[in-house]
């Protein structure tokens, strides 16, 4: 094998590696926490909503899972702006993540509230709750704990999925490399340190992730 | 056939090229050629419009064709038309398949080391565009504006080293996603080919891509064999009194929808 691997560019270019990790990070951050939130409720609209509210989240929840997200991002890139909706770059990766993760946590959320024993709906109306007390207090945590491993699946890959946001000159980690094999030409050697960069942070994300439901769901059964 | 007759007939074949070899270092005369045979065969492009491509009728069509037929016409002879890549443009012409290469040819040390060429006939320049409504006339004058470019092209590359620190620069994967940022009206300004700007201006955009100001210049020329002034000659008169007449504007306004530049 003739090739001659070097890494020198590292030295010069890491301000770049650097950047586009602090915004897939912030990406994410901010994609999982609106889009899980959308997810919620979006989950409550169509296991537990009013009859007119059902085919209009349906809709949403059909259109997105059915589409490739590079094909919704450029559409709220590039489209949106010649219905008078201008928007930078950063807001629609963001927009766009949100929206995707928000459908596909629709779904998930929902098979743990339809899940949920109709013993608990039913201690909630003889304790005089409304449907959304039942909902907040008594449904929606156990809801979460039982999916939250599907959930956390969901998440990493949208945060693995946002590379694709370089194709609107969102500056993240891909954009980062591509940048850098466009300018050193070490294409191996860029897309080798950022894709051990994606792993890093997937691995960090998964561990957050389960803290994080260590945290919300004490009373886990053990394993 | 034994192995001497075989030995002879490669011995007396070697000795047949040597005069195919050497009679490159003659002058050529490849007017009278041309005047004799009544074409004269151009190599054009079928893959890079505007310049070149094949249209639905799977007629080549474009810039250099135009030029080809143009040439042709004043000639007096039939243009036979040769599709090349750009790999093999310059070995069709040193290989004498054709006499002319009209194939967006730039001119740089390499190749004017193996074949010679006339007068520019086309613009060719990297340079930043904008609506008229924007002012920039130098570098300088991009200072805290957004200015869209394709990922690792010419004009990403220059435009980096040239544009002033607080200059965003948004760089976008290829020319496409330029040409979509600059429609859309993601960004104002885009430093590009003037190819790509023609582009732009053929769907007829609400903005219209000025010329600012130019990156790089580096205007297509036609390629012909070293050794050959009569054809040399005759080539530049007609690019000249195109461009005095107006027909070379023409063709220019009709492939890339801007005049003909002064000092082509």
Known sequence: MNYHFSFNWLLIYYPELLKGIRITVQLILIGAVFGVSLGIACAWARALGPAWLKPVVTAYVELIRNTPFLIQLFFIFFGLPSLGLQMGETSAANIAMIINLGAYSCEIIRAGIQATPKGQFEAGVSLAMTPFETFRYVVVLPSLQRIWPALCSQIIIVMLGSSVVSQIAAEDLTFAANFIQSRSFRAFEAYFVSTLIYLALAVLLRQVLKFIGGRLFPRRAPR | ?264
Request: aromatic content about 6%; charged content about 20%; hydrophobic content about 45%.
């Open chain 2, 1 to 264: 056939m034994n192995r001497k007759a075989f030995f002879a007939g490669m011995i007396v074949a070697l000795i047949l090229m040597v005069p195919v070899t050497t009679s490159t270092m003659a002058f050529a005369d490849t007017l009278a050629d041309v005047a004799a045979r009544g074409t004269i065969r151009v190599a054009v492009p079928q893959d890079f419009p505007p310049f070149g491509s094949v249209g639905t009728d799977m007629a080549p069509q474009g810039y250099d064709i135009d030029m080809a037929n143009l040439i042709a016409g004043k000639l007096g002879v039939k243009a036979e038309l040769v599709p090349v890549t750009s790999a093999n443009r310059i070995p069709y012409l040193q290989t004498n398949k054709v006499d002319l290469v009209i194939s967006s040819l730039g001119k740089n040390a390499e190749r004017e080391a193996v074949i010679d060429f006339t007068a520019a006939y086309a613009p060719f320049f990297n340079g930043v565009f904008a609506p008229a409504s924007v002012t920039a006339k130098t570098a300088a004058d991009l200072a805290g504006k957004t200015i869209g470019v394709t990922r690792g092209a010419i004009e990403d590359l220059e435009l980096t080293k040239i544009a002033p620190a607080d200059t965003v620069i948004k760089r976008y994967e290829d020319n496409n996603g330029t040409i979509s940022a600059f429609l859309s009206g993601q960004v104002e300004i885009v430093a590009t080919g003037n190819v790509v700007a023609a582009a732009i201006l053929a769907k007829n955009p609400p903005k219209r891509p000025e010329l600012k100001f130019l990156i790089k210049n580096s205007p297509c020329y036609i390629g012909l064999n070293k050794n050959d002034p009569g054809l040399a000659a005759k080539v530049n008169e007609i690019i000249a009194a195109a461009k005095k007449d107006g027909s070379l504007n023409a063709i220019a306004q009709k492939w890339l929808h801007t005049d003909v530049p002064a000092d082509l």
